[in-house]
């Protein structure tokens, strides 16, 4: 990598940073004898905290330009909240720091995102989307790999590992973005930088895959679709969301009835950020040739597929480990391919006068399902098993299909995903 691509480093250890909280949030409330509502009660604070999140520090970042400023208050903001979980253990306190770490990681993202584009004219990056999502999903992989190593005192020593990932951040940020206020970027990209705000919103990780030259197209073609259709999908992709809220809420304390390790959830989890990074590099590396309406539709069956496999193991009662090894990694492909293909494809339909409009209509819909399937999900799995919430989630990832066939009847190939840092 060459030394003006060397800020790059730092998506790792921000992104192994999350991962690491999106399992060990989880296993500390549990640790404290809490139950699956109250995992989805952090759950939903985290997810009803990211929505003003990121729409507050988008537009801070976008007005001010102090993207080195965002991105060291973000990684400072952390430590506190490590801090706190370290030396006070309760379950209210873990939902809160939970919601409270969802609003500072978020101040890093559109920095980030910014840092890309603006970066985009002195280096060959085209696909700077696909490339950031890519390098998310390996920083998630590496923050469950110390997980998997502990065998003793998971909880403690592993909020030090990730204190140990926070200050990563920190010096790296301080030895690689500089300090000079970055140049807005002109012409045909300006379009970009006053939606990003907006379109930061939309996902907690991994970030949107899209080629620099889809992107630049989308920003210029003129709205050409109905509202009705623009709305109809989206309560297609909301029902997914919904049903992956659902599962991933319940899966931790799932895994953790059945007396599944700490390290082997760590385990679990980093197969399904293998099963992102396989997706990722079949379209970086152009062997996406199909359709997206494929692609959408082929992820949802793939993801009940893997919502099926989980159901397998709780009436097998055996090889459960291994079983859920292998469902959590289909997991990770079927959500990869629907993230990529459900985010290209509202892109290409929202494009023109009302963008702004209509991806915060967008932002909250999709904020709003992942919220009330967070909720749902415990209180179903609490009274009613988690086989039940299992098949509510295969039930609505399908009937995503069948909305979205009302919505969508033409393909935009995806030609220009083999373009690298």
């Known amino acids: 990598m060459k030394k003006d691509k060397y800020w790059l480093s730092i998506i790792f250890p921000i992104a192994a940073v999350s991962s690491g909280f999106s399992v ?44 080195r400023m965002f991105i060291i208050s973000s990684v400072i903001g952390v430590i506190p909240v490590i801090f706190l979980l370290y030396f006070i253990r309760s379950i209210a306190l873990a939902i809160v720091m939970y919601a409270a770490y969802a609003f500072v990681l978020t101040a890093s993202s559109p920095a980030i995102n910014m840092l890309i584009m603006n970066k985009r004219r002195n280096t060959v990056l085209r696909s ?21 190593l502990l065998f003793s005192d998971v909880i403690s020593r592993y909020l030090l590992i990730l204190f140990a990932f926070n200050i990563a951040s920190l010096l790296l940020t301080f030895a690689f973005v500089s300090r000079e206020r970055n140049k807005p970027v002109v012409n045909e990209e300006s379009t970009l930088h006053k939606l990003f705000p907006i379109l930061n919103s939309i996902s907690k990780f991994p970030q949107i895959l899209a080629g620099h030259h889809l992107i630049i197209q989308i920003a210029q073609v003129r709205r050409r679709k109905k509202s009705m259709r623009i709305l109809t999908m989206f309560a297609a992709i909301s029902l997914v969301n919904f049903g ?19 390290s082997d959830i760590f385990l679990i989890s980093m197969l399904n950020g293998a099963g992102q ?18 692609y959408y539709r082929f992820s949802t069956l793939i993801r009940s597929g893997s919502y099926l496999i989980a159901i397998i193991s ?13 469902s959590y990694f289909v997991a990770g492909l079927g959500y990869a391919l629907w993230n990529i293909s459900a985010s290209v ?8 006068k009302m963008e702004a409009h209509y991806i915060g209509l967008w932002s909250a819909i999709i904020g709003l399902s992942g919220v009330i399937g967070a909720l749902l999900s415990g209180f179903i799995s609490f009274y009613f098993g988690y086989l039940l919430t299992f098949i509510i989630s295969i039930a609505f990832t399908l009937s995503s299909v069948l909305v979205f066939n009302l919505a969508y009847h033409d393909g935009e190939k995806i030609a220009d995903f083999g373009n690298r840092i």
Do not use: C
Request: hydrophobic share 50%; net charge positive.
């Open 128 to 148: 700077y989307y696909g490339v950031y999502g890519l390098m998310s999903i390996v920083g998630n992989v590496i923050g469950y790999i110390p997980g998997i």
């Open 277 to 294: 990074i396989l997706i990722y590099s079949f379209f970086m590396t152009g062997k996406a040739r199909n359709t997206l309406r494929h």
């Open 244 to 262: 992956i809220y659902l599962f991933n809420t319940s899966y931790i304390p799932f895994l953790y009835s059945f007396r599944i390790s700490y």
């Open 314 to 326: 709780v009436l097998s009662l055996t090889a459960v480990l291994y079983i859920n090894l292998f």
């Open 345 to 352: 494809i509202i892109y290409v339909n929202i494009s023109g």
């Open 24 to 67: 060990i949030i989880p296993l500390y409330i549990l640790d404290l004898h809490g139950n699956v509502i109250d995992v989805s009660l952090a759950t939903m604070a985290y997810s009803l905290a990211v929505i003003p999140a990121s729409l507050l520090w988008g537009e801070l970042t976008q007005r001010l330009k102090r993207l």
